[in-house]
Structure formats: C-alpha cells, structure tokens
C-alpha cells in the first residue's frame, strides 16, 4: 500500500506558497515538493504539523492507497 497526500490541494486552496510553508515548519521547498508529489513519506511529526499548520485533520490529508493492493 502506497500513502497518498492531499498537501498540494489543501495548500493551494488556502494560498499558501511551497516556500512559505516550508519557512514556517522548517524544512527545506525540496521536502515539500516530494511529499506532495508522493516521492517521500514525511515523518509523523512533521504530518502533524502539516495537519496542524493547514487547519485540517490528518485523516483528511493523508490516506492509503489501497488499489496496489487490489490488483494483486
């Protein structure tokens, strides 16, 4: 199973630059680029402050992608 985020939409929707939210949770724009394309699974903390800082629950913003799984 492969976790898939919802972080660009969520962002975008809100106005929210890569860079800034980046600057504002301390990561570099690279970190956030490659969670939002789903090339890198962020740590729970910082899913947390994802969550957090985008006024979301995390259970909206990350999800398992189960169809891995059913094509099997």
């Not at 809100?14 to 890198?40: C, F, H, M, P, S």
Request: charged share 30%; no cysteine; glycine share 2%.
């Amino acid at each position: 199973m492969k976790v898939i985020n919802h972080i660009r939409e969520v962002r975008q929707r809100k106005g929210i630059t890569q860079i800034k939210l980046a600057e504002d949770l301390q990561v570099t724009r690279q970190t956030i680029n490659a969670i939002e394309k789903n090339k890198y699974n962020p740590s729970l903390e910082l899913s947390l402050k994802l969550a957090e800082y985008l006024d979301v629950p995390f259970t909206s913003l990350f999800y398992l992608d189960k169809s891995e799984e059913n094509a099997k």
